[in-house]
């Protein structure tokens, strides 16, 4: 049983055009996060729900939404993408939500923009 | 400016001990110190986590010096399977506003 599952693994797409990234986590966790893995490897977070509530919005382009219909879920919509989203993006979960245990991180998903 | 800052590579070879260091002079008071493993094309992976002193898991080892300005990863006997990308994660006070910041990740590779 994958814990932290995310869809699609890789994606790739033109400019200009709007995407989606889809996030579950079966651990029973309050807490979901969106982070972005540059080419350097650099780890940024972008966003934090807790309970379905957002609780970090990091300096992120409005061009990025995320939306948590459960607890349970997180997905991250993006329009009018633009060459410099490229990067892996990674879903994680925790139990709670400051840095007290662990993150669990999903495979992530590999945007290519064109 | 809240930083973690950590080496960028290390090599090191099979049967050897590899300490990795963290510099985190602004931690929060009530922050743990917390280190991740990532291979390619994966998800980071919780290593262990502490708060002062020593912590000691199946795996590796985290010491805390007193002031908690730093911390160090210890691997004991690493294998060509730890090569890997080894982050360390800490919370930060800033203004009342608490931030958690990865270190920018040592890229470690074990030679045989």
């Known amino acids: 049983d994958t814990a932290v599952s995310q869809t699609p693994k890789y994606l790739v797409t033109q400019m200009g055009n709007d995407k989606s990234i889809k996030c579950e986590q079966n651990?029973?966790?309050?807490?979901m996060y969106w982070y972005k893995q540059d080419s350097k490897k650099f780890l940024k977070i972008m966003f934090s729900?807790?309970?379905?509530?957002?609780?970090i919005n990091e300096t992120v382009p409005n061009r990025f939404s995320p939306k948590s219909p459960d607890k349970a879920h997180l997905n991250l919509h993006i329009n009018s993408l633009e060459l410099g989203d490229s990067a892996v993006y990674f879903c994680?979960?925790?139990?709670?939500?400051?840095?007290?245990?662990?993150?669990?991180f999903g495979e992530g998903s590999r945007l290519t923009v064109l | 400016l809240a930083k973690t800052t950590q080496p960028i590579s290390m090599d090191s070879y099979e049967g050897q001990e590899v300490n990795i260091t963290c510099s985190h002079n602004?931690?929060?008071?009530?922050?743990?110190i917390t280190w991740y493993q990532q291979f390619p094309s994966q998800g980071p992976r919780f290593i262990i986590q502490g708060y002062k002193t020593k912590v000691t898991n199946e795996v590796a080892s985290l010491f805390i010096p007193a002031d908690r300005k730093s911390s160090t990863l210890s691997l004991p006997r690493v294998s060509l399977s730890d090569t890997a990308v080894y982050y360390c994660?800490?919370?930060?006070?800033?203004?009342?506003?608490?931030?958690?910041?990865w270190g920018a990740g040592t890229k470690l590779i074990i030679k045989p």
């Open positions: 994680a979960s925790s139990l709670y939500r400051d840095n007290t245990g662990e993150l669990f």
């Open positions: 729900y807790n309970n379905k509530e957002l609780i």
């Open positions: 994660l800490v919370g930060w006070d800033m203004d009342s506003n608490y931030q958690l910041i």
């Open positions: 602004n931690i929060a008071t009530n922050d743990y």
């Open positions: 651990l029973g966790h309050d807490t």
